[in-house]
């Protein structure tokens, strides 16, 4: 298979095989803009690989990325976490178990 027939098939979840894409990248220094990355549903295809999508999550998320103290941040992105984490949006080998957010 070609590249370019690869990302065709990526391109639309009805053809993104079970095993698409790994990339290594360099940790944030906080977890909710991994989260946001990762499971914003306004990213799937792309660095939402998994296609997740919750309107609720995704309101914590913007929340979390736009407050305006790291307090507040933390609050919104614990509440996205808690409620993927129930989801089990990720696949065994995601980054969702290991994040932590104390310290946000």
């Not at 614990?78 to 980054?95: I, K, M, V």
Request: proline share 7%; net charge neutral.
């Amino acid at each position: 298979m070609t590249f370019p027939q690869y990302s065709e098939r990526v391109s639309r979840q009805k053809t993104m095989p079970d095993i698409a894409l790994e990339w290594d990248f360099a940790a944030y220094p906080e977890a909710g803009p991994q989260l946001n990355r990762e499971y914003n549903s306004a990213f799937a295809g792309s660095t939402n690989c998994t296609w997740y999508s919750n309107r609720q999550v995704d309101k914590w998320l913007k929340e979390g990325t736009t407050a305006a103290t790291a307090d507040k941040a933390c609050a919104a992105f614990t509440s996205a976490r808690a409620t993927l984490r129930g989801d089990h949006p990720g696949s065994p080998g995601s980054s969702l178990p290991r994040v932590s957010l104390t310290g946000v």
